[in-house]
């Protein structure tokens, strides 16, 4: 095992802090944002579904320019400095049109950071033995002190902290990509010489097993589209501090972070659609409930259902791919899983907006028809696997 680079983790983990810092802003309050600019629930509907749109064609272009930049640092921080350059003007501009098109483009060039961060961790994992778990759980920690503390400032001075806040998280997150470090080159080289060749997904794509796999996680991750929309509006709309709302968005994270601690062995002994079934079910089961839920303490209730309906929900999804999928495919298949996912999200959330605005509360109900598609298909024959080669799962 060749040395690592000095504290080659560590600051691994530090760009994770400050890239979550943004995500720990920007999921619960940017919506508020929009709606403080004075933007329509259809408007932010499409604001925020622009850039999970955008993100589909970003991330193969970011990913291959990463592969062919100097280093993966560069790259890094090229598309952190662009996104911080496209939203300092979004804080400053007025009308809707402006604020999509640079918040989406923000968004999304950021967004362009974390296949590159991930290859960068996943070589420290390889070649110097180090714990990606440890690394990427500091993200997780930052998201929720961030949702946190961010609602605590936002509930004492009010809601028009909001842009400098969110111009600050950029900032960190751009500060911290300059600290990153950069694989030694003759390390760089030899993996990207040991690449293998570029597989066809046409195989991936004819199973009827892994298709049923992939079009149900989909459709579950989609069922969190008013969720991410509105969630925050809803709750302040109810009377929470930002403290408490805070502290409820922290909290499904904490579920998030105590149900990838135990997808190791104990999860490995389930079938992956079982899991992804019991995510549909709690998708259903929260949902439904989730306009009932009126006090901070039935709301922190549903918030632990976050476990299942995300958390269980992609743990499944990989182990499926472990399972189903060649080692040779298994890029091919993450970004086929992403690509659904992602498309899916889009086209919920561009109905969040319209559905929020005449609905209101009960539009999140409305999420719980995907969680039924998705156990109908669960419940199809399951077909032949990728490849007759691919490894079976024990019992």
Not at 281 to 295: D, G, K
């Amino acid at each position: 095992m060749v040395a690592a680079p000095r504290h080659f983790g560590p600051r691994i983990s530090l760009f994770y802090t400050g890239f979550f810092v943004v995500g720990g802003l920007v999921t619960p309050f940017f919506p508020v944002w929009l709606h403080l600019r004075g933007l329509t629930p259809e408007q932010i509907g499409v604001c925020l579904a622009f850039p999970l749109a955008a993100r589909l064609v970003f991330m193969p272009l970011g990913s291959a320019f990463a592969d062919r930049a100097p280093n993966r640092r560069f790259a890094i921080i090229l598309f952190a400095l662009l996104g911080l350059l496209l939203f300092i003007p979004a804080t400053l501009v007025s009308g809707y049109w402006p604020i999509l098109i640079l918040t989406g483009l923000a968004t999304a060039t950021l967004g362009m950071t974390m296949p590159a961060i991930d290859a960068l961790a996943l070589t420290g994992v390889r070649r110097f033995g180090l714990d990606y778990g440890k690394m990427r759980v500091w993200g997780s920690i930052s998201f929720i002190v961030v949702s946190l503390v961010g609602g605590v400032i936002i509930g004492h001075f009010g809601n028009g902290v909001l842009s400098p806040l969110l111009i600050g998280s950029y900032v960190v997150a751009t500060l911290s990509a300059f600290l990153l470090p950069v694989t030694p080159p003759e390390i760089r080289a030899a993996d990207d010489a040991a690449k293998p060749e570029v597989v066809s997904a046409r195989s991936i794509l004819t199973s009827r097993s892994f298709l049923v796999v992939i079009i149900s996680a989909s459709l579950i991750t989609a069922t969190h589209a008013v969720f991410y929309s509105f969630g925050t509006i809803h709750w302040e709309k109810l009377g929470f501090t930002g403290g408490e709302i805070g502290l409820l968005w922290a909290s499904g994270v904490v579920a998030e972070i105590g149900m990838f601690a135990i997808s190791g062995r104990a999860l490995r002994k389930v079938a992956p659609e079982r899991l992804i079934l019991f995510g549909a079910i709690a998708a259903i089961v929260r949902w439904s409930l989730f306009p009932l839920a009126t006090n901070l303490w039935t709301s922190l209730a549903l918030q632990m259902l976050h476990a299942l309906t995300f958390a269980a929900v992609y743990a499944g999804m990989q182990l499926a791919v472990a399972r189903d999928v060649p080692e040779e495919m298994t890029a091919s298949a993450q970004g086929i899983w992403q690509t659904g996912s992602g498309l899916a999200l889009a086209l919920a959330t561009l109905m969040a907006g319209p559905l929020y605005g005449h609905l209101g509360a009960a539009a999140f109900p409305v999420m719980t028809i995907a969680g039924v598609v998705a156990v109908v298909v669960l419940m199809l024959p399951k077909g032949r696997r990728v490849s007759p080669t691919a490894p079976e799962r024990a019992g």
